[in-house]
């Protein structure tokens, strides 16, 4: 069963806006990894968050992590056209030692309107 | 150009049939992922393998199985195609210790249609 679960699934903004994205899960973590799908391609990671972490940046990207509500939250700043794609979240689940599979949300499907 | 490739790209078959699909991971990566996509759907991961076993098990069902061979290139065949197992299917490699914590690099997929 999916462990994330993206909030919304589809949002729609103009071009200089900010984008906001959330992802749920459910049982304890690691860790959380976003990725960006351009559509039909394959998935590129854009950062990984460890369950010790509360925020992290790279570049127009910042993502938080809240574990005592199980969610997390994908800001991109300054929104441009390129960024138009599906996001999704990913979550492995602890123990890590016997841990190999990541478990992914459903994605949220960002449109960047010019 | 996450240096996954997948072949082939594009393959259109028909109900019954069987096909195979190959991924090569990024050179040195030891771990093979397995997913498939079907249309607008989040990534159901199938299979893992690393260095040349495998390590995880996801929904794949008994008609998929897959394999990593000694240079570390992976197969998954599917069987008996039905036609909902038409999607994309994505390799993915990671370099680390194989586990859930490591970056994944993705291929670009190879879309399976079955009439």
């Known amino acids: 069963s999916q462990q994330g679960e993206e909030d919304p699934q589809a949002l729609s903004i103009q071009e200089g806006e900010n984008a906001t994205m959330n992802c749920s899960y459910k049982t304890s973590i690691n860790n959380l990894q976003w990725y960006r799908q351009n559509s039909g391609r394959g998935l590129v990671h854009l950062i990984l968050?460890?369950?010790n972490e509360r925020e992290k940046h790279s570049g127009r990207l910042r993502v938080t992590l809240d574990t005592s509500k199980k969610s997390s939250s994908l800001l991109i700043t300054a929104s441009r056209a390129a960024d138009t794609a599906s996001y999704f979240c990913a979550t492995d689940a602890a123990p890590e030692d016997s841990n190999y599979q990541l478990i992914w949300g459903a994605g949220t499907k960002l449109i960047i309107k010019p | 150009d996450s240096g996954v490739t997948q072949t082939p790209k594009h393959l259109i078959t028909a109900t019954g049939q069987r096909v195979t699909l190959r991924c090569s991971p990024r050179?040195?990566?030891?771990?093979v992922y397995w997913y498939q996509q079907s249309l607008d759907q989040g990534l159901q991961f199938l299979i893992q393998y690393y260095n040349g076993e495998e390590r995880a098990k996801g929904n794949i069902l008994e008609r998929f199985s897959a394999q990593q061979f000694p240079d570390l290139h992976s197969e998954l065949n599917l069987s008996s195609l039905e036609l909902g197992d038409s999607a994309l299917y994505f390799c993915?490699?990671?370099?680390?210790?194989?586990?859930?914590?490591?970056?994944?690099?993705f291929g670009p997929g190879t879309r399976l249609t079955v009439l």
């Open positions: 968050i460890r369950s």
């Open positions: 050179s040195g990566d030891l771990s």
């Open positions: 993915a490699s990671s370099a680390e210790r194989g586990r859930a914590s490591d970056e994944q690099f």
